[in-house]
């Protein structure tokens, strides 16, 4: 037994054989793993009603991982932002998104309603480099370790000021960093969060989103999990794309596109495309026709995201006026859309920021 484990990511079998070989019986598996993702415990002492030996030989065993929440912002009903601390005081996003209508591809129905949606990091930096994005701006430090996924979902709930509910119920795997570069860790995490003993959030409750790595969508394709995918389109040609999107010189269009059929073929599953709308660049009417001849290939639906402004970026978001004909006219096409309405607007909206402006006040002090 590595002593580095995480408690967090061992399945029951794993458990349940190490407590056989200490000689403790196999009940005490689910008593220990409802300790973590029913009771959100921080640590083996918390578990009162596990013996005091026990708990003592599990401390020496397992890693029990919780990363301090440094901060929250954002009011009740808005997107909210928790600023996480990892072990080697790397900082992470989670966003608390209140209508994941919104951002799962799909119209709010009356049962979807108030259900509120986790958005997930992958990576602490992102080598993607997208222009557009504040992750992307500092670069790629390093992968999370499956329970550092995990751990911003525990940590989440364990914020939840309404403790008699859950309050996260679909995933989006969305922040910080591009999930598929970051495979196995992610797929191991998702098992966990999927697993009815662990965290039990369904498969199609969660979404994965990625950039476009074309290769990792066809693996993705050989999955059992019947996750959902959403893919970061922001363009309809490679040309607008190739200059926000540095991974598009890497996976063309076609070459996105074609693997998305593939996995589309394969899961029988509908895909939904990501747009950010920035000002004359990708909000242009040829764009628009590009991205309703796109959507009609695959039935997917658009999100679309007007830009929010990233400090040191020179992108803007379209006037209102752009921004309403671009959703018509896809609408118009026939194309499933969603403009997502951001509340709050703080200067922190966008993905990645919060995380580089508290960054830049630790290296201040
Ligand atoms: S948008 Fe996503 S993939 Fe692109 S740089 Fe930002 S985190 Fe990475």
Known sequence: MNQSDSILTQSPQALTQQLADWGIPSWRTKQIQEWIFHHRAVSFEACANLPKTLREKLSSHYKFYSAPLLCVTGHEGETRKFLWKLCDGNL?????????????????????????????????????GCKFCASGRSGFIRNLAPEEIIDQLLGAERWNPHQNKRLIHNLVIMGMGEPLANYENLMKALSIMNAEWGANIGARKITISTSGLAPKIRRLAAEEAQYRLSISLHAATDAVRSLIMPINRKYPLKELLDACEAYQQTKGRMISFEYILIDRLNDTPSQCQGLIRIAHRFHAHINLIPYNPVEGCDFKRPPQETIRKFTSELLAGGISATLRQEKGGNIDAACGQLRLRKMKDLSEK
């Open 92 to 128: 992470i996003e989670s966003v608390l998104i209140p209508a994941p209508a919104a951002n799962t591809g799909h119209t709010s129905s009356n049962s979807e309603e108030n259900r509120n949606t986790l958005c997930i990091s992958t990576q602490v930096g992102c080598a993607c």
